[in-house]
């Protein structure tokens, strides 16, 4: 299978580069370098191969990427998809040149938020604009995107790298990410089994992911912070830790859906715990958390010591240290608790489920 998608892969970028070099000079002097993506295609070209499933059946360079649902393991699949991007933390990608890690947010930022509806991650397709492409750079980004790919199991099928000069300042680039998963009709995941007594555990979060960067770098820049200072109560710079990539809950939840009868799922992104948790509440429940319940992570102690800011301010912002929130029935806890520790997560019991006029969070 792999050597007949490697012999598809040579096909269509041989076809490709004949087309292009037609128009190299030409094109070159507008601004556009024909030649760095041909290089760029053939560094990302291995990083795509690691990443493959039995189900694809094309190989990088056609206008279209192939991907066979196998109605063996599916009797009435229902499609879920995801597109997301990485914001402003791009911004700190650029001043550290570090790029080797934020493919990992972009494929975490769209299959974290599809497994939320029990859909096992399928493909995922990337899109990278930039006003000159270097080829190296591409080649640390999609690194990064074929590891997420290989940490959620899911195929990375295809995508896009756009030059375009003019568009965007030297050295800079904007990513964006679309995935697509399945899961059986009637395991689909959408909270309206949750009900009063249900309990609410927390995943660990590696640090502020991929939102509240904006307000990161406000703080840095009012208060004429260092990015390759040591970051209190760790051993890494704080730049480090900022660039963390977002972890990635897949294989973990997949394994728990298979034993524990999970009602609702929670994606922690932007809008914190306050914004996300009441997505998967049903009418006239109300999500009770305890913020003492987790331990605060350093890169939060940091942001908050520095910038002065209340909880009421940045609660609503950023995760604090809780990317997953699940809901389950009191009665599985000590199961749940169990496979997810086993599957390498750290978890907490951060709240409960109560009566309500709507569906809303509250602090207790």
């Given amino acids: ?42 560094r990302i070209k291995p990083l795509a191969l690691r990443t493959l499933r039995p189900e694809v059946l094309s190989g990088l360079g056609g206008f279209g990427g192939l991907f066979a649902l196998h109605q063996s393991k599916y009797k009435n699949p229902v499609l879920v998809s995801g597109t997301d991007g990485v914001g402003t933390k791009l911004k700190l990608v650029f001043e ?47 690194r990064g995107i074929s590891e997420g790919c290989l940490q959620s199991g899911c195929a990375l099928l295809g995508g896009e790298t756009a030059e375009m000069p003019g568009m965007y300042e030297s050295g800079e680039y904007d990513l964006a990410g679309f995935a697509v998963g399945a899961v059986e009709q009637e395991k689909l995941i959408d909270g309206s089994k949750i009900e009063v007594g249900n309990v609410l555990l927390g995943l660990a979060s590696n640090g502020v992911h991929s939102n509240g960067f904006s307000l990161v770098r406000r703080i ?54 306050t914004g996300n948790v009441p997505r998967m509440l049903p009418e006239n429940t109300v999500a009770e958390i305890e913020k003492s319940s987790w331990s605060d992570l350093p890169v939060f102690s940091f942001l908050r010591n520095e910038s002065g800011l209340p909880d009421e301010e940045l609660f609503p912002v950023f995760n604090m240290g809780i990317g997953f929130v699940i809901c389950i029935p009191e009665s599985a806890e000590n199961t749940a608790k169990n496979i997810l520790e086993q599957s390498g997560e750290t978890v907490y019991r951060i709240g409960q489920i109560v009566s309500g006029n709507k569906p809303e969070m509250r602090w207790v």
Wanted: glycine share 8%; charged share 20%; with cysteine.
């Fill in 220 to 273: 840095f820049t009012e208060h004429s912070l260092n990015l390759n200072e040591t970051l209190p109560g760790s051993a890494g710079t704080i730049g480090e830790a900022l660039l963390t990539p977002t972890r990635i809950y897949v294989k973990s939840i997949l394994k728990l859906l298979e034993i524990v009868d999970v009602l609702g799922m929670s994606h922690i992104t932007g809008g914190g715990l």
């Fill in 1 to 42: 299978m792999e050597a007949i998608l490697l012999q598809l892969v040579k096909s269509a970028i041989v076809k490709k580069s004949f087309t292009l070099r037609k128009y190299l000079k030409a094109y070159q002097k507008a601004g556009v370098d024909l030649a760095a993506a041909d290089e760029a295609v053939e």
């Fill in 96 to 142: 550290l040149d570090r790029y080797d890690t934020i493919g990992i947010d972009l494929v975490a930022m769209c299959v974290n938020d599809i497994l939320v509806q029990g859909a096992e991650p399928l493909f995922f397709l990337d899109y990278l604009a930039c006003g000159k492409l270097f080829p190296q750079k591409v080649e640390a980004v999609v």
